[in-house]
């Protein structure tokens, strides 16, 4: 059964550093998601991303991080200058459609740990 | 504003025996769905089962079941004959016709041998 994946699985950065996540949705999907997780804490929604570009983000989601699908495989989440409350789990996840009862599908998570 | 509660942080269950997961919901919307997703110690998230709000059938896959009450906002997850694999975070979520999912903050599952 397709899969998405996710690398790192586990990335560990100094504070002020730039990281990317990377992520590989399921082939055919067309709609690309976000979601963080603070231990502990509720799965929040970051952005999703559509055709290209963004089509919604949350009030997390601000000028530090950068979502990026550079090729037709990989979906990227960059930020920019991390900060010890970025430590969290980070989920990506695909859907075929958007909207309604389409299932996005959830990678494995990569833990990110801000030092 | 669009929230989802879990009011068990933790419950427990002999094996083989039947659990009830709660969650309610607020919303302004008529037309949604709802979703119960797992989180094993993996941290992988796996979707249990969904729910379309304009259904009144309840949704059942397998030893899952819910039991969706609209009007009171209601939304639990039945586990028949718990089994230690169903040991794991459950996260009760809604999702609006837009994009993004809105999770709760999670009940623990224990499953006691």
């Known amino acids: 059964e397709p899969e998405v994946t996710q690398t790192p699985s586990h990335q560990v950065t100094q504070m002020g550093q730039e990281v990317i996540l990377r992520c590989v949705p399921i082939s055919n999907h067309l709609y690309f998601y976000w979601y963080r997780q603070i231990l502990g804490q509720k799965v929040e929604f970051l952005v999703s991303?559509?055709?290209?570009?963004?089509?919604?983000k949350s009030e997390i989601f601000d000028d530090q991080f950068s979502v990026e699908r550079p090729d037709g495989s990989n979906f990227t989440l960059k930020i920019r200058s991390t900060k010890l409350e970025d430590s969290a789990m980070y989920f990506c996840?695909?859907?075929?459609?958007?909207?309604?009862?389409?299932?996005?599908?959830f990678g494995p998570g990569t833990r990110l740990t801000v030092l | 504003a669009q929230t989802v509660t879990q009011s068990q942080p933790e419950m427990s269950v002999q094996e083989a025996e039947t659990v009830t997961l709660s969650c309610t919901y607020d919303t302004s919307e008529s037309d949604y769905y709802l979703f119960w997703y797992k989180q094993p110690p993996s941290r992988q998230m796996i979707l249990v089962i969904r729910?379309?709000?304009?259904?009144?059938q309840n949704a059942t896959e397998n030893r899952f079941s819910v039991n969706f009450q609209k009007a009171a906002k209601s939304f639990s997850l039945k586990i028949s004959d718990s089994q230690l694999g169903d040991a794991a975070m459950y996260f009760c979520a809604y999702r609006p016709r837009d994009d993004k999912i809105i999770f709760g903050k999670g009940t623990r599952l224990h499953i006691l041998p």
């Open positions: 996840a695909s859907s075929e459609l958007a909207g309604g009862m389409d299932t996005q599908y």
């Open positions: 991303f559509y055709n290209n570009e963004i089509s919604e």
């Open positions: 729910q379309e709000a304009y259904k009144q």
